[in-house]
């Protein structure tokens, strides 16, 4: 019977592999990437040589039947993506919802993601919380940037570095210049940095520092009190 394997991959630092996803990636038939050259990389790193096949977001909708005839002809196949875990703001919900209705086992391995290490060393409460993975650019934008107002629970946000300050400004404007933030860079990496501050602190910081490279966004949830005061609004 044929199998999926949901394979994480570092975010970064090239040491956070469990021993699980190396010997699965060794064994199976063949493995679909996102990017293939970002994962021949890591594979050759890791020793591994293997079949890569594309399987990235322009050609997830289409690619879907043949992949699913790759799987169901093959004993076990990998998805990765470029880095941490596939589904998670990358390609593979759609996959894995095919695959179940297909009867193929689907079985993900535990593994880097970068929202992880970002709500647990950001200091906010890390119990409850709710991942809202990247902001429409445009359209929505602000509708969820208000239903995050008045969210209790810690917020995460994926942001890209050119967009950090507007982003952060947008904080300002719908949660107040207070509400406590964290902004997690560059984790795993040489320069990881943790920003901790009010919103408009860290914005202060970051119009006097454009940052670079990958970005998570941790917000503080609102004060019952105060989210009630937004939801009133
Ligand atoms: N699948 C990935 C995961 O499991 O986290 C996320 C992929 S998404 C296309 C890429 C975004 O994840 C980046 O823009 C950034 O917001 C976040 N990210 C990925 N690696 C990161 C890192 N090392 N440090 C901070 N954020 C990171």
């Known amino acids: 019977m044929s199998k999926l394997y949901i394979v994480p991959t570092p975010i970064g630092n090239l040491e956070d592999i469990t021993l699980r996803a190396i010997r699965i990636l060794g064994e199976t038939d063949l493995i679909f990437a996102e990017d293939t050259r970002v994962t021949r990389k890591l594979l050759a790193h890791l020793e591994i040589q293997k079949t890569v096949q594309p399987f990235h977001a322009h050609n997830e909708h289409k690619a879907l039947s043949s992949v699913i005839d790759r799987i169901q002809a093959s004993n076990s196949v990998a998805l990765v993506s470029d880095a941490g875990t596939p589904g998670i703001s990358d390609p593979g919900f759609l996959l894995v919802r095919e695959c179940l209705s297909k009867g193929i086992e689907v079985e993900c391995l535990p593994g880097p993601a970068a929202l992880i ?13 709710v991942f809202e993975g990247f902001l429409p650019h445009k359209k929505g934008r602000q509708t969820r940037l208000k239903a995050i107002a008045e969210e209790t629970r810690t917020t995460i946000l994926y942001e890209s570095p050119h967009r950090l300050v507007k982003c952060l400004g947008q904080i300002v404007e719908f ?47 609102a004060e019952p009190k105060k989210a009630k005061k937004y939801a009133d609004k």
């Open 117 to 129: 290490p970002a709500i647990v060393a950001s200091g906010f409460p890390c119990d409850r919380f």
């Open 175 to 221: 949660m107040g210049a207070d509400r406590h933030v964290c902004v997690a860079r560059e984790l795993t990496k040489m320069f990881e940095e943790f920003k901790r501050g009010t919103a408009a602190e860290v914005m202060a910081y970051y119009e006097e520092h454009p940052p670079k490279g990958e970005i998570v966004m941790i917000i503080e949830g």
